[in-house]
């Protein structure tokens, strides 16, 4: 998928959207980017996107799928401890609140219940200083990972919109790959919103892929 085969609408904040539909071919799911259009076009320039959803996908499944759409689309990448400095800052860093420069994903349900959520982006371009926030609905456990290939994005994630706490966070240098998760009980009270931050740390454009993942039990 390409940012030009969404539609668009909007003028201050322009809003991309698209009907999605699962592996079964219901399009009960949608897709919507938002921000300035100068925004959002500069960073899905030059992307591929596809997103896998699973309605019959149980909890004792989830590990499976993920790995098999981690293998089927991410080759071997360095995987480097973040700096002492790093882990140490960590406790003092938030992720930038939601603003006018902040472009947002979100992928929801429209009706129906238990899905199975999986996006892949490659080719994003993040500006430095900017925050790109994947949303997705409530789940009980979600991981996402950045595989840059320039620049320094580092991940976050929250469990309401930033700048709640961090539960999560990767902070690599460089072209690390960084990843990020939080999992609760597969309850329906135990569900959680996940927001999913990926912040241009370098004074240049990051260029990244980018997944995410999450296991909905109950809509709501």
Do not use: C
Request: net charge positive; proline share 8%.
């Amino acid at each position: 998928m390409k940012i030009d085969e969404l539609k668009r609408s909007g003028t201050r904040r322009s809003v991309y959207t698209s009907v999605v539909a699962d592996e079964d071919g219901a399009k009960d799911y949608e897709l919507s980017i938002t921000g300035s259009r100068k925004l959002v076009e500069t960073i899905f320039a030059k992307a591929d996107f596809d997103i896998e959803i699973a309605p019959r996908v149980t909890k004792d499944q989830v590990e499976e799928r993920s790995r098999r759409f981690w293998k089927s689309r991410v080759e071997r990448g360095r995987a480097v401890a973040p700096p002492v400095e790093a882990v140490d800052a960590l406790v003092r860093q938030k992720p930038p609140a939601v603003g006018k420069e902040t472009v947002l994903v979100y992928l929801r349900r429209t009706k129906g219940d238990g899905t199975f959520w999986a996006m892949f982006f490659s080719g994003l371009v993040v500006p430095p200083g900017l925050s790109l926030i994947f949303v997705l609905p409530r789940v009980w456990t979600t991981w996402s990972f950045v595989v840059p290939l320039t620049g320094n994005p580092n991940l976050f994630l929250t469990l309401l919109p930033p700048p709640a706490p961090i539960v999560a966070a990767g902070l690599g240098g460089g072209l690390s790959v960084d990843t990020v998760s939080f999992t609760s009980a597969p309850f329906p009270w135990t569900q959680f919103a996940a927001w999913h931050s990926i912040f241009g740390a370098a004074p240049v454009p990051s260029v990244t892929s980018f997944g995410l993942f999450g296991h909905s039990v109950t809509l709501f």
